[in-house]
Each structure stands twice: as structure tokens, then as C-alpha cells.
């Protein structure tokens, strides 16, 4: 299984702004669904390509042999 890590900003102001207003836990809940499923679509996407193609762009080998 592949892991991307994906890092954005957070944004304080536009948090700050409607900390009062009810919808807010509803939006905060919408935007943790859509991250999720853009990590669980960039995963998918990452594991669906080849092994070279995954170690050209820097994915290390899953088969380590120990001595």
C-alpha cells in the first residue's frame, strides 16, 4: 500500500470569521470527507502504476531482503 502525503496550508482567518455561525462543524465535516477521498483517490491512483514507474518518481522497493 502506498502513502501520499499531501500538506496545505491552514487557513486561520477564514476560520476565525465564522467560528459562531452553526454550519461550521457541518463544513469542517464536509471538507474532512473530501480530503479523504482525495487521499484515498491520489492512493489508488499511485498503487495502480507500475513498479518502475513507482520507483522512478522515488517509491522505495517492497521487497527488502535482510542478511
Avoid: C, N
Avoid at 463544513?27 to 482525495?38: C, Y
Avoid at 495502480?48 to 521487497?63: H, N, V
Wanted: without cysteine.
Amino acid at each position: 500500500m502506498a502513502l501520499a502525503l499531501e500538506h496545505r496550508p491552514v487557513r486561520h482567518a477564514s476560520r476565525t470569521r465564522h467560528a459562531g455561525s452553526p454550519s461550521h462543524p457541518l463544513r469542517d465535516t464536509f471538507e474532512r470527507i473530501v480530503s479523504a477521498w482525495r487521499r484515498y483517490r491520489t492512493e489508488r491512483e499511485l498503487e495502480g502504476l507500475s513498479f518502475d514507474q513507482r520507483k522512478d518518481i522515488g517509491f522505495r522497493s517492497s521487497d527488502k531482503t535482510t542478511r
